[in-house]
């Protein structure tokens, strides 16, 4: 009994820390994202705090941090340029409507059609965004970083780089901060080592009064309470058409953001989190962010790391790092601005290295050629446009490579039975991808009168096969040959409209399954 108790205890104070250690770390991230969508920082901030707040109270992954990301701010800057940060709440609103809407459908489901090399792309791609977005703490200009695939302001060539002194500061106190954390462990696992870090650094910033840049050299984080409004925009149909293609975009992106994460975290930690309850509970944040000026927001991989190595697991760490978070905001605002934003830079250089599967290296001379390739091309994009993309295309090639491989293994053999009639066996799935091959081996015209083709062995998946098999029976009757196809299932029948009176029905052998057209024909369209 008493070590379940301390165990708890225990849980809880590695919640509570490692939600500390993730709300220090959420403060320049959030400022740096709502500069990239033209807000104001206490916006980005904002949807921090209450989006982390409800998914860690809601959500279906206890142990992920959500939050304002890099990967909504692009697609929000266009539409706050062209109509103010009005439309942008009302979108939001939106856009968490339609994630609820997404969990009610279960679409979370839909996330096992993504191949692991898309899953790999998905993280390496990720841990180098991590890694890029932290370049533009070391110019000079403010709100230079990295933003869907290029650099806010001119390029890392064109960078206006910190003077020399300054600059060299910021490596060493980086250097150090890494190096906290990375040998720390080795002596105590009292506290994270991500936050003791920080507070070392900053310790040592401020007791030997160095000069490098701070929290606020970037921006000032102190506010006040968010007060709840409905969004002042014309509630008019032009008003929907604005802000629903932007509503729909940033609710995929949030989904697939989230459940992919969800699934990284799972892995890690060897439990299972509920992706439907995760849609929902990212829609609930979303729609009360929009009510209250936040500027949305999703899962965030990077801080999901910081709190998952810092001994995060339960629901308590999210809730932390919320509560801690307003907290900054509310009363504590000038001490965190004093905190060195070298000291974050190295917690998200962690980040980045314990992200990135270095493991794809040596597996990569290993994977078939088409795995190699989806795993490259999905990190370059991931990089260069944003995660939504990068996971559509990553998947697209997967399934295209998929039919091409599987388009291949249709076989068919021909004999002459003892009736003298040409017996043909079919292998293999017949479906778009492998309708050509099947239909090049038949020979209509050089076959005798009496034609047999066996689909037992195979099966009909999808209209393009039904369609195949329609225009090979037209083939033979233009030939004068009788056809006949046996061991083809009573669904197949009814859609085939050329071949149907061929099939011979066996009710014993016969297969029973569905073409993936079923639900597209009525019972009176397939009959005829």
Known sequence: MFEI?????????????????????????????????????????????????????????????????GALAVVMVSLVAQHGVQYLFATVVLMGILQILAGALRIARFIRLVPHPVMLGFVNGLAIVIFLAQLGQFGEKDGIGW???????????????????????????????????????????????????????????????????VVGDVASIGGGLPDFHIPTVPLTFETFTIIFPYAIILAAIGL?????????????????????????????????????GGMGGCAMIGQSMINVN????????????????????????????????????????????????????????????????????????TVFTDLAIAVIVGVIISALVFAWNHAKEVRVEKRENRYGSHYYTVHGPLFFGSTASFTDQFTPRDDNNDVIIDFADSRVADHSGIEAIDALAERYRKNNRTLHLIHLSSECKKLLKKAGDMVEVNVVEDPNYFVAIESAFSDEDANN
């Open 147 to 213: 933003a869907n695939g290029t650099l806010l302001e001119g390029s890392i060539v064109d960078v206006a780089w910190l003077p020399s002194p300054e600059l060299t500061m910021m490596l060493g106190l980086v250097a150090v901060t890494m190096a906290i954390i990375r040998f720390l462990p080795l002596l105590t696992k009292a506290i994270p080592s991500s936050l003791a870090a920080i507070v070392v650094v900053s310790l040592a910033v401020v007791g030997l009064n160095l000069d490098t840049k």
């Open 256 to 292: 697939i953001e989230s459940l992919l994460t969800l699934r990284l975290i799972d892995e890690i930690t060897e439990t299972r989190g509920n992706g439907n309850k995760e849609c929902f509970g990212q829609g609930i944040a979303n729609t009360v962010t929009g009510f209250f």
């Open 5 to 69: 108790t301390a165990a708890r205890r225990a849980n809880l104070r590695n919640d509570v820390l490692s939600g500390l250690t993730v709300a220090l770390a959420l403060v320049p991230e959030a400022v740096a994202f709502a500069l990239i969508a033209g807000v104001e920082p206490l916006v980005g901030l904002y949807a921090a705090a209450i989006v982390g707040f409800i998914t860690a109270v809601a959500g279906g992954r206890p142990g992920m941090i959500s939050g304002a990301t």
């Open 310 to 381: 810092s001994g995060g697991r339960g629901r308590t760490s999210g809730i932390s790092a919320a509560l801690f978070l307003g907290a900054f905001i509310l009363v504590a605002s000038s001490l965190i601005e004093q905190i060195p934003i070298a000291a974050l830079i190295g917690v998200m250089f962690i980040v980045v290295i314990g992200t990135f599967e270095w493991s794809s290296f040596r597996i990569i001379r290993r994977v078939p050629k088409q795995d190699a390739f989806v795993l490259i091309t999905v990190s370059a994009v």
